[in-house]
């Protein structure tokens, strides 16, 4: 019974702490920030809570539970800082270097994902190779005199330690850590190759919401502090990880991921296109028929007529190529109806249909067996 509680408890605590961070927090930072981290927590407690109750036997979701937990508690420590509350200082350093842990820890759920377990033994390896990185790496970062988070009110890190050995820690660790994620990756890559039936599911599921939230932290770094919209979107991407491990292991709409996978990449591929299309068309239109647009909207109206004309034709050739290079099998039993339904319209022979839909239905469904029943007629 405390099994099943106890997730719940720490959700709880996670909700608690961060209560009391937001008055802390308010008004002494950025508000984004704010959000962003306190959304964090909450995603990594929830996501972590119905895992646990769920699946208690998978250690991934008691690692969210925890990660959840700490998280909030740091972002309260933090906050104290803000108020010159004693030990608020400490916090902040804290939570300068505690962001190595967390890597290490993605890294060790990328290792145990879906099952809870390690591929093989061999992969323990990786784990060490991850806790080492981080176990040299965080004396590196904790204690360099570029790391102004412990400034106690001087400006400077009092705890740093003026010592080449501490530069070289934090770049060597870092490098085991990036290492052990790289490898806990791969490994992910090597279980969905071997994975069949629903964990190959989990894993195409998590790799896709992966490769989603990647492209949109990467798109954001660069223009981080430009927006206050750009800083959230940066925040959701991090957000969703948590949130694609649970859905995965819960299993929630598992069986829809290739169709959701199959409409994302026509529709991006379909946006990208319309939007070059767009963009170049307005170039050509603009030299071409500049002296006589010059004060006028008529390129940016031409272009943009053109790029709606291009909407369904430019999606029909896209999905078909997608289906033709991604989805293979539907392809080519798409085609094989259509041809059967091409062919039947002037057939009449009842010997001919029954073997044209035998043969249809075994290249198409590949059952174990094929058999056509045929009513009589009421007399």
Not at 115 to 143: F, K, N, Q, S, Y
Not at 260 to 272: D, K
Request: charged share 15%.
């Amino acid at each position: 019974m405390m099994r099943q509680r106890l997730p719940w408890i720490l959700l709880g605590a996670t909700v608690a702490l961060l209560c009391a961070m937001v008055p802390l927090s308010v008004g002494r930072e950025e508000t984004s920030d704010t959000v962003i981290y306190g959304l964090l927590a909450l995603s990594l407690g929830t996501a972590g809570a119905f895992v646990a109750t769920r699946r208690p036997a998978n250690p991934i979701g008691w690692v969210l539970c925890v990660m959840g937990v700490c998280r909030s508690a740091l972002e309260t420590w933090e906050a104290f800082a803000y108020h010159s509350l004693p030990t608020g200082a400490v916090g902040e350093w804290v939570v300068s270097w505690t962001w190595i842990v967390d890597v290490t820890v993605y890294g060790v759920i990328f290792l145990l994902f879906p099952t809870g377990r390690l591929l093989t033994a061999r992969w323990r390896r990786v784990v060490w190779l991850l806790i080492a990185g981080c176990l040299i790496a965080i004396p590196g970062d904790a204690l360099s005199a570029e790391n102004t988070a412990a400034d106690f009110a001087d400006g400077s890190n009092r705890l740093a330690v003026d010592s080449p050995i501490v530069d070289l820690a934090f770049g060597v660790g870092m490098s085991l850590v990036l290492l052990g994620l790289v490898a806990a990756i791969a490994s992910m890559l090597v279980r969905y190759r071997q994975a069949i039936g629903v964990e190959r599911l989990q894993l195409k599921q998590f790799l896709f919401a992966g490769g989603v939230i990647v492209v949109a932290i990467l798109t954001t770094v660069p223009f981080y502090y430009d927006s206050e919209l750009v800083r959230a979107l940066g925040g959701l991407g991090l957000m969703a990880l948590p949130a694609a491990v649970a859905l995965a292991i819960l299993r929630h709409r598992l069986y829809d991921i290739d169709v959701v996978i199959r409409r994302t990449v026509v529709y991006g591929v379909l946006t990208a296109t319309l939007a070059g299309s767009y963009l170049l068309s307005v170039l050509l239109l603009q030299l071409a028929l500049g002296p006589l647009t010059e004060d006028n909207d008529l390129a940016i109206a031409g272009s943009t007529l053109a790029a709606a004309a291009l909407v369904r034709p430019a999606r029909a050739r896209i999905q078909s190529l997608v289906d033709r290079r991604f989805y293979r099998r539907r392809y080519d039993a798409v085609h094989t109806v259509e041809s059967f339904g091409s062919r039947m319209r002037d057939e009449v022979e009842l010997d001919a249909i029954n073997t044209a839909l035998g043969s249809v239905v075994r290249e198409t469904m590949q059952p174990a067996h094929v058999s056509v029943w045929l009513r009589e007629a009421a007399r």
